[in-house]
């Protein structure tokens, strides 16, 4: 965290929004740590926490939006790029790939809240093209708009104390989890039952 503040400090916003551009494509830099290093430099009276919220929204959007396209251009031949290949699996598509079967678009606005399958899930979608670019975005604006001002503003509001910072980290990934487990079995629950509804009209 200490290191992402100085960069911030130093380079402002470009920073920020480009940190998070790479954050998009899974690389191994903690996005809520970024988003609440920039509300910790606002709060610092570096910049305006309004405009942070902005330009972090836009750099979650626009990095997950380089992933999107990465997998609808160049379809599973991405696996081909040797930087890719190294956090996109074979097997790791192959899994994103059920997962979609399994729930539909819906796994699009639970991936916001999975770092290590966010950006297999946003390259698949791309690649498969069973999600128009406008509901991409839709639905992952709606997932960022919860996360993103949460982080940056916990940043802005706790300055230079970085130790209650990172126990509001802590507790806000496992309040994240915990909500995210409750949509995700309630989404199982949905599914089964419908599932089962059409088995019983087969029958």
């Known amino acids: ?31 809520d740590i970024t988003l609440v290093s920039g509300g910790i430099i606002a709060g610092l009276g570096y910049a305006n926490p309004h405009i942070m919220v902005f330009v972090s929204m836009f750099g979650v959007l626009a990095g997950d939006s380089v992933m999107y396209w ?20 074979l097997q790791r598509l192959r899994m994103v790939r059920d997962k979609f079967e ?21 390259t698949v979608s791309g690649i498969t093209r069973r999600v128009s670019y406008p509901r991409f975005i839709f639905l992952d604006f709606l997932a960022a708009i919860i996360s993103v001002p949460i982080w940056v ?9 970085h130790e209650w910072i990172e126990a509001q980290i802590r507790k806000g990934q496992m309040g994240i989890y915990a909500v995210l487990a409750v949509v995700v079995i309630f989404v199982g629950w949905k599914v089964y039952k419908s599932k089962k509804v059409k088995a019983d009209k087969t029958n």
């Open 1 to 31: 965290m200490d290191i992402l503040i100085d960069f911030f400090i130093n380079y402002g916003y470009l920073a920020v929004l480009l940190v998070l551009i790479i954050c998009g494509f899974g690389v191994p830099i903690p996005e």
């Open 70 to 89: 990465l997998g609808r251009i160049y379809g599973v031949r991405i696996l081909r790029f040797r930087p890719i290949r190294k956090i996109m699996t």
């Open 102 to 122: 399994q729930y539909g678009n819906r796994v699009l606005f639970v991936a916001r809240f999975l770092p290590g399958l966010r950006a297999p899930i946003y």
């Open 153 to 161: 503003y916990l940043g802005y509001h706790g300055g230079n104390n």
